[in-house]
C-alpha cells in the first residue's frame, strides 16, 4: 500500500536512490503496519493480521509500549534473518520455490486453513463460521476459470471482489471505534504510566527460539511465489500455540504469539526478494509494484541480474540492512511517541481513527465502493463481536479463499481432472497429511470436546 | 445504552465526518473554466500502480506535461479486468480534465460483463501503440521452432497445456487464435496475470505461454525459454533475432494496445487541444527513446484511426469470443 503510493514518487530519482527508498519503505511499512494492529487493531499490512490478536489485547492491558518492543525486536531480528538468507542462500531457496507448482498451492492453503481452525481462540465452531464466511467473500467478483462474475447482486460495485484492504478496515477499525463509542471508555484510563513498561532484556532473551521459528518460517513461505506473509504468520501463530505452555491464555496478550508472527512476516521480505531477484518473479503485491519500479528504470530483473548487475545487487542487499537499522533505531525511540497519541482523549481518537479508515479503504483503489464495503464491514464486525464470533478467520478467509479455489481448479485443470495429483506430489501428498493429522489430532485425544459446540 | 453528552456529541461528529468525507470523495465535482486548461488534468490509469498500463500511462503524462502549464495528475482505478477505471472515465465530467488510457480488454469486456462500458460509450483520441503477444517454450521442452510446436501440437492434440490469462483476457484471446490459425488443441490454463504465468512456465507446470515479448525476454537470454514467433506485423526490436508468425507462415497478428480515451460529449475545441497535444506527445522523439526503454512500441495514430483501427479489431475479435462463449452481455 505504502510502496504503491510512494511509487510514482521515485519515478525522477536515479535507478540506485529509487531502490535504496523503496526497499525502505517496504521494509519499514511491514513494522508500520505492526504499529497501527497493536495501537487501535487495524492491521496495516496483510502480514499484520495476526499481530493484533496478541498485540491489541496487551493495548487494552496497558501494555501498548511493551507490546511495541517485542513486535520491534522481533521484527528487526527476523528481518535480519530473511536477508541473510537472501544473500546467502537464494538460488537454492529459489530452487525449493519453484517446486511450488499448483497442487502444492492448494495443499498449503489447506494447511493454512486447518492452522487457522485451530489457532482460532474460542469455540472452534465459531472460528470455522467465521472463515467460512470469509471463503464466501473472497468468491465475489470475476472468476478465474470461466471470468463469469459471481455473487455481484447484479452491480459493478462489487463485480472487482471485496478487496482485503477494506474489509480489515472495516472489520478491525470501525469496528473498534464503534464499540469504542459504545463502551464509554477513554484510551487515557487504560493507559499506566509510560515508565518500567518496556520488556527486561531477559524478557526479550527468552523469546529467541520463537523469533527463530518464526524467522525461518517466514522467509521460506515468503519465497514460494503467491503465497505471501500472510499464510507465515497464521503458521507461525498457530505453530507458537501449539508449543507454547500457556496455550489457553492465547488471545490475552502472550508475547511468544506476537513475537513469532512479527518475525515471519519481517523475514518475508528477505523470502519475497529471492523469487524476484534469483527469477525476475514478484512473488506479492508488494514485489509486484517494486518490479514495476525496476522496470520503470530500465532494470529487468531476471536469471542475469547477478552476472550483469551485480553493484544492483549489492545495493538491494545494503539499502535492505540499513533501512532494518534505521527502522529499529527510529521505531525505538519513537515507541513512547507513539504509545503518547493514545493518550489523545477518545473522542478525538475514535474520530482520527474513523477519518483513517475512510482514506484507507477509499485510496486502495480510489473507488468509493470500497469505502462503503468498509463501512458495511465495520457494522458486521462490531455485530460479529457482540456474538463473540472471532473476525481475524473472515479476513484470513478473504486472503485464502480465491488461492485455495484458484490453484485447486487450476490443478484439475492441468491434470484433466484427477484428483490423483494431490497425492501423487510428494510435497502436496506432506501438506495433506499434516492437515488431516491436524484435524483429527484433537478428536482422537478427546473425542468429546468436538462436539462442544461453546467449548 | 446510556451515553454523556460527550460522548453524544463524538458520534455526532463522527457521522458527520465519515458522510461528508464519503459524499466529497463520491462528488469529485470539477467546474469547466476557460480558457482550457486551466485546471490539472487527471489521467486515469485502470490498472494498479506499476504494471504496463502504469508505467506507460506515467512517460505519457511526464512528457505531456512538458507541453502544458497545469499538471497531469496520474490515478490508478483497478478492478473488473479494468473495466471500473474505464467507467470511471466514461462516468466523469465530459470538461476534458479527464483523461483515460486503456487497452484491448475494453473490447472483450464489452461481451463479457454486462457492466462494462460499450465502445460507444467513450471517445478514443489516440493510439499509443501495439503490445505484441509471443509464444514461449520451455528449453527442455525439446521444441526448436513454431513448425515443431505446431506438429507436436497435431500428433497429440491437448497435450501441450499453454498459460494465459482468464477467458477473455489479451494472452487467452492470443492463444484462442493460435489454435484457430495453426488449427491446433491446447490445454489452456487460466493464471490471475502476466507474473503468476511466467512463474508456471519457469516451474515447468506448463510447458508453453502467450505471453508479450518482454515478460520473458530476460528467461529467452539466459537459455531457460525459446520464444518461437511474435504475433505482430513486424519483428519486435526488444528481439530482433525472432520472426513474427507471418514470415514463419501462420497468419495471426494477436496481442494487447493502448490507447488515449475521453468520456463522450467533451466540447469541440477541448477535445482538439487534447488530441494534438496526446498526438504531438506520442510522436516527441525523446518520449519515444524513454518509452522503448521501458520496452513499449510506440506508434501513434490520430483518433480518426484509432476509431477504424479499434473497430477493425472489435469485427476480429467477436467470432473469437461468440465461438469460446463469452458473447454474454451484448450481442451484435
Known amino acids: 500500500m505504502a510502496l504503491a503510493i510512494l511509487l510514482p ?4 530519482m536515479s535507478p540506485i536512490a529509487a531502490m535504496v527508498f523503496l526497499m525502505a519503505v517496504f521494509s519499514a511499512s511491514v513494522f508500520g503496519g505492526s504499529i497501527s494492529a497493536i495501537l487501535i487493531n487495524i492491521p496495516g499490512t496483510p502480514g499484520a493480521i495476526v499481530t493484533q490478536l496478541e498485540g491489541y489485547a496487551m493495548t487494552c492491558r496497558g501494555k501498548a509500549s511493551e507490546a511495541l518492543t517485542y513486535s520491534l525486536f522481533s521484527s528487526t531480528i527476523g528481518g535480519i534473518i530473511g536477508l541473510i538468507i537472501l544473500m546467502l542462500v537464494a538460488p537454492i531457496v ?50 478465474l476459470v470461466t471470468d463469469v462474475s459471481r455473487f455481484d447482486f447484479g452491480t459493478s460495485a462489487l463485480q472487482s471482489g471485496i478487496e482485503l484492504v477494506p474489509l480489515t478496515v472495516g472489520l478491525f477499525g470501525l469496528a473498534e471505534v464503534l464499540r469504542g463509542v459504545e463502551n464509554n471508555t477513554t484510551q487515557t484510563d487504560r493507559t499506566p504510566p509510560l515508565k518500567a513498561l518496556t520488556p ?25 511465489p503467491a503465497a505471501g506473509s500472510a499464510i507465515a504468520v497464521a503458521v507461525s501463530y498457530a505453530q507458537e500455540k501449539r508449543l507454547s505452555k500457556r496455550a ?18 519481517n523475514a518475508c521480505v528477505g523470502g519475497a526478494l529471492v523469487p524476484l531477484m534469483t527469477l525476475g518473479i514478484p512473488g506479492d503485491t508488494m514485489t509486484a509494484v ?102 481475524a478467520p473472515l479476513a484470513f478467509g478473504l486472503i485464502l479463499g480465491p488461492i485455495l479455489e484458484e490453484n485447486l481448479r487450476r490443478s484439475l485443470i492441468i491434470s484433466d481432472g484427477s484428483w490423483m495429483v494431490f497425492i501423487e506430489r510428494p510435497i502436496a501428498l506432506t501438506m495433506l497429511l499434516l492437515s488431516l493429522g491436524a484435524l483429527f489430532y484433537p478428536f482422537l485425544r478427546n473425542p468429546g470436546k468436538l462436539l462442544s459446540i461453546n467449548q | 445504552m446510556h451515553f454523556t453528552s460527550r460522548f453524544r456529541g463524538s458520534v455526532a461528529i463522527m457521522v458527520l465526518t465519515v458522510t461528508t468525507l464519503t459524499m466529497i470523495l463520491g462528488a469529485c465535482d470539477r467546474q469547466a473554466e476557460e480558457p482550457f486548461p486551466s485546471n490539472p488534468i487527471t489521467l486515469v490509469v485502470n490498472w494498479p500502480a506499476g504494471g504496463g498500463m502504469d508505467r506507460i500511462g506515467r512517460v ?12 497531469i495528475a496520474v490515478i490508478n482505478v483497478s478492478g473488473a479486468g479494468g473495466a471500473s477505471g474505464v467507467r470511471h472515465v466514461a462516468d466523469s465530467d465530459p470538461d476534458g480534465y479527464t483523461v483515460g488510457i486503456l487497452g484491448a480488454s475494453l473490447v472483450a469486456s464489452q461481451y463479457i460483463n454486462p457492466n462494462a462500458n460499450a465502445i460507444d460509450d467513450i471517445d478514443l483520441i489516440a493510439l499509443v501503440g501495439p503490445d505484441p503477444a509471443a509464444l514461449e517454450v520451455r528449453s527442455d521442452s525439446g521444441i526448436n521452432s513454431l513448425a515443431e510446436y505446431v506438429q507436436r501440437a497435431q500428433s497429440n492434440p491437448r497435450s501441450i497445456k499453454n498459460g494465459n490469462d482468464a477467458p477473455g483476457g489479451v494472452s487467452h484471446i492470443a492463444a484462442t487464435l493460435l489454435e484457430r490459425s495453426a488449427n491446433i488443441e491446447l490445454t489452456l490454463v487460466p493464471y490471475r496475470g502476466y507474473a503468476p504465468t511466467v512463474a508456471a512456465i519457469l516451474s515447468g507446470e506448463i510447458q508453453s505461454s502467450t505471453l508479450p515479448v518482454h515478460q520473458l525476454i530476460e528467461q529467452h537470454k539466459a537459455g531457460e525459454v ?75 495514430m490520430t483518433a480518426a484511426d484509432t476509431k477504424r483501427f479499434v473497430e477493425a479489431f472489435d469485427q476480429e475479435l467477436y467470432p473469437v469470443l461468440l465461438e469460446a462463449g463469452l458473447v454474454r452481455a451484448r450481442h451484435k
Open chain 1, 248 to 265: 489457553d491464555e492465547f488471545g490475552t496478550g502472550v508475547p511468544e504469539g506476537l513475537a513469532g508472527p512479527e518475525a515471519a512476516n
Open chain 2, 60 to 71: 505519457i503524462a511526464e512528457y505531456a506535461r512538458r507541453r502544458l502549464d497545469v499538471p
Open chain 1, 94 to 143: 529459489a530452487g525449493a520455490a519453484m517446486q511450488f507448482r499448483s497442487p502444492e498451492f492448494t495443499m498449503a492453503t489447506v494447511f493454512g486453513l486447518t492452522m487457522l481452525a485451530y489457532s482460532t481462540p474460542g469455540s472452534t465452531f465459531r472460528g470455522v463460521l467465521s472463515g467460512a464466511v470469509g471463503l464466501l467473500c473472497g468468491m465475489v467478483g470475476f472468476d
Open chain 1, 290 to 391: 517494486l518490479m514495476g519500479a525496476l522496470l520503470i528504470h530500465g532494470l529487468r530483473p531476471g536469471p542475469l541480474l547477478f552476472t550483469e548487475r551485480p553493484d544492483f545487487v549489492a545495493t538491494v542487499y545494503v539499502a535492505l540492512f540499513l533501512a532494518l537499522l534505521l527502522t529499529f533505531v527510529l521505531g525505538f525511540l519513537l515507541i513512547r511517541h507513539f504509545v503518547r497519541l493514545m493518550r489523545t482523549p477518545s473522542h478525538i481518537l475514535l474520530i482520527i481513527i474513523a477519518l483513517l479508515c475512510v482514506v484507507g479503504a477509499f485510496a486502495i483503489r480510489n473507488n468509493v465502493t470500497d469505502v462503503y464495503i468498509m463501512i458495511a464491514f465495520g457494522v458486521i464486525g462490531y455485530v460479529m463481536n457482540k456474538l463473540e464470533i472471532p473476525v
Open chain 1, 200 to 224: 527486561s532484556f531477559a524478557q526479550l532473551k527468552r523469546l529467541w527460539k520463537t523469533i527463530l521459528r518464526g524467522s525461518a518460517l517466514g522467509a521460506i513461505v515468503g519465497a514460494i
Open chain 2, 226 to 300: 525459446n520464444i518461437l514467433g511474435v504475433m505482430s506485423e513486424e519483428r519486435h526490436f526488444m528481439a530482433p533475432d525472432i520472426p513474427t508468425f507471418k514470415e514463419q507462415g501462420i497468419d495471426l497478428v494477436a496481442g494487447d494496445w493502448r490507447a488515449i480515451f475521453l468520456p463522450n460529449g467533451v466540447p469541440d475545441d477541448h477535445r482538439a487541444f487534447l488530441e494534438a497535444l496526446f498526438l504531438e506527445t506520442l510522436n516527441d522523439p525523446d518520449f519515444q527513446a524513454a518509452a522503448e526503454q521501458l520496452s513499449f512500441f510506440i506508434t501513434p
Open chain 1, 9 to 12: 514518487v521515485t519515478y525522477a
